[in-house]
DNA sequence: CTTATTTCTTCACTTAAGTGAACGAGTTAT
DNA sequence: ATAACTCGTTCACTTAAGTGAAGAAATAAG
């Protein structure tokens, strides 16, 4: 399992045997049981998230309703809004499948940077791409209808309409869960 | 008009004379007229834009149909998707009004780091606060309904309603230019 | 195994957005 | 000054999403 997350940093930096301990030692690697929830409305945090394996996920719940607004699943990184605007959480973070994820606080990777400056240029790196990849799913999710959201959908995260519930699909697609089981239909209809 | 840019800088970090006359001597500002495409699709680009004055947006042309995704004001930055990604644009800027823009390209800004490391700081903060504000809008707007996201643009953005054509504003909103007339319509009898 | 609970689908009905066309007001160009 | 555009609004009509309710199917709990 460690494999997976140093296969991932040398996509970005070369990393050594002795750095490779460092990080073993700072006891990252956490097993989360579905359903568990990490984070909740109101409560502050400073804690970022790495998909290892399995499925996480964020949403609000406004006027008692659940709106989901991403999937998080392996090799995905995830600072909360609340972490980096230092405010109560307005969002919640649960898992949808059985995941094994690292948890880093703030404190931590300081410390980590400073021991290792690479991990600064891996982290800008990592975040200069996620900014980017950020940008294109927003400009995508404004720019399509429902029914082309999900083919993107289909086209590019197939995994996601397996592994997640409908109902959290559909709030992810931006309509209700009885929506989706009419695009659904519709879309087979004219397959036909 | 530099003094914006001064001021803005040093909400993030301290700066000295000398280090405002390296800025200034790189040429930086640029003037341009309402209509002027700073970057068209397919173009190549390492320019990245910060608003000092005037409005700015981005637009994808999706079935010969303009797509608005964002405008950017007053002290907004701006680094492409094509730019971050290094492949061709995918989308359009384009000035909505006369506007001050700084412009600066990768090599330039490699240039000022390495002479003035806190650059390299300010950059770091900058872009965090953007990835957070970014994911803030990403979440805001796929929870809410077109109705809603004009209500928040009222609130938050007032003078974007003014400055912008309503039908850039539509797709901003992600509806078409005759669906924004008919909510607008709605809400005036509502408030009656 | 049986009872709950969650999840998904279907239905009838309401509401809002998409579409294509038309019209006037304001701009720009010639 | 006139013609050509752009822009915003309105209208009638179509299509799709929201709503509330009901029921089947799958999952989880006892």
């Given at each position: 399992?460690?494999n997976?997350?140093?296969?991932?940093?040398s996509?970005?930096?070369?990393?050594?045997?002795?750095?490779?301990?460092?990080?073993?030692?700072?006891?990252?690697?956490?097993?989360?049981?579905?359903g568990?929830?990490?984070?909740?409305?109101?409560?502050?945090?400073?804690?970022?998230?790495?998909?290892l394996?399995?499925?996480?996920?964020?949403?609000?719940?406004?006027?008692?309703?659940?709106?989901?607004?991403?999937?998080?699943?392996?090799?995905?990184?995830?600072?909360?809004?609340?972490?980096?605007?230092?405010?109560?959480s307005?969002?919640?973070?649960?898992?949808?499948?059985?995941?094994?994820?690292?948890?880093?606080n703030?404190?931590?990777?300081?410390?980590?940077?400073?021991?290792?400056?690479?991990?600064?240029i891996?982290?800008?790196?990592?975040?200069?791409?996620?900014?980017?990849?950020?940008?294109?799913?927003?400009?995508?999710?404004?720019?399509?209808?429902?029914?082309?959201?999900?083919?993107?959908?289909?086209?590019?995260?197939?995994?996601?309409?397996?592994?997640?519930?409908?109902?959290?699909?559909?709030?992810?697609l931006?309509?209700?869960?009885?929506?989706?089981?009419?695009?659904?239909?519709?879309?087979?209809?004219?397959?036909?």
């Amino acid at each position: 399992m460690q494999n997976l997350l140093f296969n991932f940093i040398s996509k970005y930096i070369s990393i050594t045997e002795e750095e490779k301990n460092v990080l073993v030692s700072l006891n990252l690697f956490h097993s989360v049981k579905k359903g568990t929830i990490l984070l909740k409305e109101g409560q502050h945090s400073k804690e970022s998230y790495f998909v290892l394996n399995g499925c996480i996920r964020t949403y609000y719940i406004l006027d008692g309703e659940e709106k989901t607004t991403a999937f998080y699943t392996e090799m995905d990184a995830l600072t909360p809004p609340c972490v980096i605007s230092q405010t109560p959480s307005e969002c919640y973070i649960s898992c949808v499948e059985d995941s094994i994820i690292l948890v880093s606080n703030e404190d931590m990777s300081e410390e980590v940077n400073s021991k290792f400056p690479k991990f600064d240029i891996m982290c800008r790196k990592f975040s200069e791409e996620l900014l980017a990849k950020q940008q294109i799913n927003f400009d995508e999710f404004k720019t399509s209808s429902p029914e082309q959201r999900y083919l993107n959908l289909l086209k590019n995260r197939p995994d996601l309409i397996q592994r997640v519930p409908q109902h959290q699909l559909a709030s992810f697609l931006g309509i209700k869960p009885q929506s989706l089981s009419r695009l659904r239909a519709r879309m087979l209809k004219k397959e036909s």
